[in-house]
């Protein structure tokens, strides 16, 4: 299985509920991060957090990352039908693999959010 | 402040032909990722490239992709003899000069091809 792996996998929830989605990972990480896309566009970059960090606010957003664990989770807050979209988590694999560049996805967690 | 862009947005080729997807970073940033995405699953990473270099390229098909990022104008994804396989969404992000996973990437609106 691959590095950040989201959970869960589809997740559906009224207006004004709180959203709670999991990413674990494989290796050691300098960061990471987390993107939202809707349905047939691009990436949109939500927050990043990096290995020394525990927690970190943006908004309603607000993201965990235990490296003990190798898990982040984000967290939407009041959530609204235009929260509706798929997430993903993204890290980017420290080690001698990786050349710095390459952000490994796991296969995101698809929230429906129903006004 | 224009972000990533990214051409053409949707892409038709017959199996057998090539396609060239372009990608036009953030200003200021000179350092360039594709990925790929297939329908119902996450991005993969294929290349990653600095002005004229490539720095990172495990992720790219050996056989028929190329990718490069010359001096001036934007970088290109080459596909040839395109199969239907092929079909998925390819994007492409930017970063700082600073670059590398560390800092923040940017994506594009990405490029659908279908191969028919």
């Known amino acids: 299985s691959q590095q950040g792996e989201e959970d869960p996998q589809a997740l559906s929830i009224q207006e004004g509920e709180n959203a709670t989605m999991n990413c674990s990972y494989k290796t050691s990480i300098n960061n990471l991060q987390w993107y939202r896309q809707n349905s047939g566009r691009g990436l949109v970059h939500l927050i990043l957090i990096r290995s020394n960090e525990r927690e970190k606010h943006s908004g309603r957003l607000r993201v965990t990352l235990d490296t003990s664990k190798k898990s982040s989770s984000l967290l939407i807050t009041a959530s609204r039908a235009a929260d509706t979209a798929s997430y993903f988590c993204?890290?980017?694999?420290?080690?001698?693999?990786?050349?710095?560049?390459?952000?490994?996805f796991g296969q995101g967690t698809e929230l429906s959010v129903k006004p | 402040n224009a972000g990533v862009m990214q051409n053409p947005r949707h892409l038709v080729r017959r199996r057998g032909q090539e396609a060239r997807l372009r990608c036009s970073p953030m200003?200021?940033?000179?350092?360039v990722y594709w990925y790929r995405q297939l329908p119902e699953e996450g991005l993969k990473f294929m290349v990653y490239l600095q002005k004229e270099n490539i720095i990172d390229e495990s992720g790219m098909p050996k056989e028929r992709f190329s990718a490069e990022f010359p001096k001036e104008g934007p970088s290109i994804l080459r596909i040839q003899q395109v199969v239907r396989g092929d079909s998925a969404a390819y994007f492409c992000?930017?970063?700082?000069?600073?670059?590398?996973?560390?800092?923040?990437?940017?994506f594009g609106p990405g490029t659908r091809l279908l191969v028919l």
């Open positions: 993204a890290t980017d694999a420290e080690g001698i693999y990786n050349q710095g560049g390459k952000l490994i």
């Open positions: 200003k200021g940033h000179s350092h």
């Open positions: 992000a930017s970063s700082p000069p600073s670059g590398g996973a560390h800092e923040t990437q940017y």
